[in-house]
């Protein structure tokens, strides 16, 4: 059976699993749309965030991120694991005590005032729009590999399966779908890990293999193989994979918006208003992150294993020697040649593949005196992920079933988004501000259509992302990150902050992060509108990705001195206040007002 | 101590007591939070470069590894001792 028909069996046969699930499980009334009834275990509950949470940015994008920087983009693995303290510590048992549906809600409720509600709807719908971008980039890239189509059919397909996936069902459908989309993807993330550990290492934990000796195919090197990997970059003029080359202060920013942004997504928050206890709430952030760390400790193996991989397949006699031959070369760079994620370009005409760090000035005149004349190869590196079990020879249905683990936590992550937004928009918006007496019909007809155009603006701004899958969700954590978080903290953990602190925090926020952003990356992520790049950014060292935390500060140092500049907040309000923090209590959730 | 919780003042009381004892163990559960990501993981990491750990150093291991399983030990422990805390002021669901 060739590699196609395999790819196609296993997404196939992952996709009857999880369709025929959502139908099971097809969500009846509102109630089971938004919050699936209260029912769901801590130990389920925690899986099903792990799904939801880890997207395509986790699973397709992050270990390649990594690889072709090391050391530097660590941030990414503090940043999106050290947020579910924050959530456990100081967010999710309160919100279950408070019991509603939605984050808006709750910081309507809180700030006693319609306005406060209607801009978080707004801030939540930002931060998860420009989230969904980022998973159409990585749904594209999966699709167009595994169907052999270029990168936007991919992307096109990829939005209708997404779309007709996530009407299906609400959370009920959804949380026990994710389950199972959980599983899938932990086994295809884990077992080519497993493989390649093995083959590079001896040793059978990839988390383990990454500070294990180097030996190949079980010939001793006596080098670590992350002193191996600093050896072979260096000897093709990158920079080293364990240093710390990035700005400090960037990199600080960076990972606190991540982390900030983690506790700030409306789509994980939500994940704790399902759980029947405040006890559980708790637990289920620490079942979330076990089943979360799972990955997050591979990946890095991953992607310094890969990139390991890549250099060995391209110098197969060593870094010393000359290149393969272009004509010589592997299946995998085909396959992915079809996508044009990954290029060649024969700059020196000697027709085999160069590929080193062009951009190092130290290292031009030793390129030069090889002949080299430019790198000629470029990556795209989210590819990496999906093609390291190609590049390390395992057998066809590893790949096939990586392709799977894929599609499915660009699924899940995506259909959880939906979900938020569409609750926001129908329940929030709708039945809260504009049509109070919809229907229960109309609300769900409300909360389809709201899907619906979300995925379109996601796809058409997924044709042009402004970053790779993982840059992308970054951003849209910064935005969480700078509106939802501080709002809700500060909800929880202040009787000062009144309406009008609030308002004007999360404006704050939202509004100068979401500007830096379209400085750096265009207006509205519109190619060539930016008037600052990353690369030399507008203020210090601090890049778009990292803004977040800048945007959030100035949303609590707003909120705070308008809050103190304005009138106290009302009795009733302090009461409230007072009572979410307490779980003595906490009754199943009403939906009204 | 159910009779406490059933005058309007002494629950209160308890309340507020419950309140300040969760607000010490988070702020303690944070510094630990703090130190092993931002600290050890980023800005300290010049300081442990002496503790090798395979081929690379301590600092290196915190960054993409040793942070993530602290954070595990801390969500976990905060939810058994909170859990703990609820029963010992008498504010749990039960």
């Known amino acids: ?593 | 101590m159910s009779d406490q919780t059933s005058q309007p003042a002494k629950a209160a009381e308890t309340d507020k007591g419950y309140w300040a004892a969760n607000v010490r163990i988070i702020l303690v559960s944070l510094v630990i939070w703090a130190l092993v990501s931002f600290g050890f993981g980023i800005l300290l990491r010049p300081m442990l470069s002496g503790i090798s750990v395979g081929g690379t150093d301590l600092g290196f291991w915190f960054a993409q590894q040793g942070s993530i399983l602290v954070f595990l030990g801390l969500i976990f422990f905060y939810a058994w001792r909170m859990n703990r805390l609820d029963r010992e002021y008498g504010v749990d669901e039960e």
């Open chain 1, 1 to 593: 059976m060739d590699q196609y028909t395999l790819n196609l069996l296993f997404v196939g046969a992952t996709f009857a699993l999880y369709i025929g699930i959502a139908v099971w499980a097809r969500a009846g009334s509102t109630s089971e749309f938004y919050a699936a009834g209260r029912g769901v275990h801590p130990v389920t509950n925690g899986m099903a965030t792990a799904a939801d949470w880890m997207s395509a940015a986790s699973f397709i994008s992050m270990a390649g991120l990594i690889a072709f920087t090391g050391y530097d983009n660590s941030s990414f693995l503090m940043g999106w694991t050290g947020g579910y303290v924050l959530l456990a510590l100081l967010l999710a048992p309160y919100l279950r005590k408070f019991g509603k549906f939605t984050v808006p809600e709750f910081i309507g409720d809180r700030f006693y005032s319609p306005t406060a509600r209607m801009v978080a709807v707004l801030c939540l719908i930002v931060a998860s729009v420009t989230y969904v971008i980022g998973q159409m980039t990585g749904v594209g890239v999966a699709f167009s590999r595994f169907l052999e189509v270029d990168n936007s059919t991919g992307l096109f397909i990829g939005a209708a399966v997404v779309f007709a996936y996530a009407v299906f069902g609400g959370m009920k459908g959804v949380t026990y779908t994710q389950v199972a989309q959980y599983c899938v993807l932990i086994t295809a993330y884990t077992i080519p890990a497993i493989f390649i550990s093995l083959q590079l290492t001896g040793n059978p934990i990839p988390g383990l293999g990454l500070f294990s000796e180097y030996s190949p195919g079980g010939e001793a090197s006596g080098l670590y193989l992350l002193e191996k990997l600093d050896l072979v970059v260096a000897d093709l003029g990158f920079a080293s994979y364990t240093e710390h080359h990035a700005n400090t202060l960037n990199m600080v920013l960076f990972t606190l918006s991540l982390m900030i942004g983690t506790a700030g997504l409306p789509h994980v928050i939500i994940r704790f208003f399902t759980v029947p206890k405040v006890a559980d709430a708790r637990w289920s952030a620490g079942w979330a992150l076990v089943f979360i760390a799972l990955l997050y400790l591979t990946a890095p193996a991953v992607g310094a294993m890969a990139r390991m991989n890549i250099i060995d397949t391209i110098y197969n006699n060593g870094v010393s020697e000359e290149p393969i031959e272009y004509a010589a070369r592997p299946d995998w760079m085909k396959n992915w040649e079809v996508t044009g994620l990954l290029k060649f370009e024969d700059k020196n005409g000697d027709g085999r593949i160069q590929f080193y760090n062009d951009k190092s000035e130290a290292f031009a005149a030793q390129a030069a005196e090889r002949g080299w004349a430019g790198s000629e190869l470029s990556v795209n590196r989210d590819i990496l992920v999906l093609a390291n079990p190609e590049i390390a020879r395992l057998p066809g249905w590893v790949i096939a079933l990586v392709a799977a683990g894929g599609l499915a936590a660009a699924l899940s992550t995506a259909a959880g988004l939906l979900l938020a937004i569409s609750s926001s928009v129908s329940h929030d918006l709708f039945k809260g501000q504009l049509t109070p007496n919809i229907s229960e019909k109309g609300e769900l007809m409300t909360a389809r259509v709201s899907m619906a155009v979300a995925i379109a603006v996601a796809t058409y701004l997924g044709l042009n992302p402004p970053g790779f899958a993982a840059q992308t969700v970054a951003l849209a954590f910064g935005l969480a990150a700078a509106s939802i978080f501080p709002a809700l903290m500060m909800g929880i953990f202040s009787t000062r902050i009144n309406n009008k602190g609030a308002v004007a925090g999360m404006t704050v926020g939202l509004l100068v992060t979401l500007v830096y952003i379209f400085l750096h990356k265009g207006w509205f992520f519109i190619p060539g509108t930016n008037t600052f790049t990353d690369a030399d950014p507008l203020l210090l060292s601090i890049k778009s990705t990292s803004f977040g935390a800048v945007g959030a500060m100035l949303n609590f140092a707003t909120a705070y001195f308008v809050s103190h500049a304005t009138e106290d907040t009302p009795d009733e309000i302090k009461e409230l206040v007072e009572s979410v923090r307490v779980p003595r209590g906490a009754g199943a959730a009403a939906a009204d007002h």
